[in-house]
């Protein structure tokens, strides 16, 4: 349903300064060239700006003037990012997930229920679950025996959260992620190929047929509040104690977080990111895409990791690191450098091997 709201209203609620008409109203938001009349235009650049048509309504950086656009109404963004934040909120129509339990669903009768909760076709919600007051349940998700969830949960179509799994109030789970499935834990009668290789790192005393047994994952995993958890991603749940993701951590799509692991509060782990079994992250980090963490790392508060980057070794706090393996951000720059300077310099060396072959031919 299209939500409509005056200039005057959207400034309130962005904390925001405006000019102009305050009264128009406006029930979305658009580019600057595709704004149509109820609409208001995101063109917190001058170079945005210059496509505005006249009479528009439009959020502008501070400083802009929006008489020289020919504006009816504008709204200032100091910070435009969260000004953007505030505005899709606005004009977000949500799910559409219809109030009440639909009768398809299939609920356990030892689940309960929080009152407002709302459950869509197909969904499953297993023995002794606890949904918190104003969850949102999506056609076919699953929710599995025991499991609490918190208080405005929003789980999306066909996403799967396992038995046992603890999470806190708000949370937000993608189409298709899966949390709280088994660990990827296996072990040999004998020290496997893998584990030799660590101990002497990369000499094979002799290869024989190995058989690998499982190890069952008893923990579960444990989710903070205002967690939100991308479309098919997956969590796994511990081996004995739990998976833990801490309040306010956000995951994006298809990433891969192992057993054991712990993240901490207010991180960011962006598209394809692995991190493997038992590895501890600390506050506040972020990892972009497809960064990949091996086992038992331990990343310190406020690390960033640029994209593809590969984690070896122990990451001290407030680090910026790229590459693979894992440098200081500077340095693997001045690698890149060097890099680029090889094909140079082999040319260089060719020419002097040259003229050291003449002056030993003459010699």
Request: glycine letters at 14%.
């Amino acid at each position: 349903m299209t939500r409509t709201v005056t200039v005057q209203e959207l400034a309130r609620a962005l904390d925001a300064r405006a000019w102009g008409d305050l009264s128009l109203t406006v029930t979305g938001a658009a580019e600057p060239g595709a704004a149509q009349a109820d609409q208001i235009a995101l063109a917190m650049a001058p170079k945005y700006a210059a496509t505005l048509k006249p009479g528009a309504i439009a959020i502008l950086a501070e400083g802009m003037d929006p008489a020289e656009y020919g504006l009816a109404a504008a709204i200032f963004a100091p910070r435009p990012r969260l000004v953007m934040a505030g505005l899709t909120r606005a004009f977000d129509p949500g799910p559409g997930i219809a109030p009440g339990i639909h009768p398809s669903a299939v609920i356990d009768p030892g689940a309960q229920l929080g009152e407002g909760a709302a459950v869509g076709p197909l969904a499953v919600i297993g023995p002794g679950a606890q949904i918190g007051p104003r969850a949102r349940i999506a056609a076919h998700a699953s929710i599995g025996a025991g499991a609490r969830i918190g208080a405005d949960a929003l789980i999306l179509d066909g996403a799967r959260i396992c038995h046992g799994v603890v999470a806190g109030d708000r949370l937000i789970v993608q189409p298709g992620a899966v949390i709280g499935g088994d660990g990827f834990s296996f072990v040999t009668p004998e020290e496997s190929g893998v584990e030799e290789m660590r101990r002497t790192l990369g000499e094979r005393d002799q290869i024989r047929q190995q058989k690998w047994h499982r190890i069952h994952s008893l923990g579960g995993v444990e989710l903070g509040d205002d967690v939100e958890i991308g479309a098919n991603s997956t969590i796994d749940r511990g081996t004995i104690r739990a998976t833990q993701i801490g309040s306010g951590t956000k995951v994006d799509s298809q990433v891969q977080i192992g057993h054991n692991v712990v993240i901490g509060q207010d991180c960011l782990l962006c598209g394809l990111v692995g991190v493997a079994g038992s590895s501890r992250i600390g506050d506040r980090v972020v990892l972009a895409g497809q960064v990949g963490v091996s086992d038992n790392i331990e990343i310190g508060d406020d690390v960033i990791a640029g994209g593809a980057t590969k984690i070896f070794t122990r990451v001290p706090a407030g680090r910026v690191i790229l590459g693979n393996p894992a440098v200081k951000m500077e340095t693997q720059m001045e690698i890149q450098k060097s890099m680029r300077r090889l094909p140079r310099i082999a040319a260089t060396v060719a020419e002097l091997q040259k003229i050291v072959t003449k002056l030993m031919d003459k010699g």
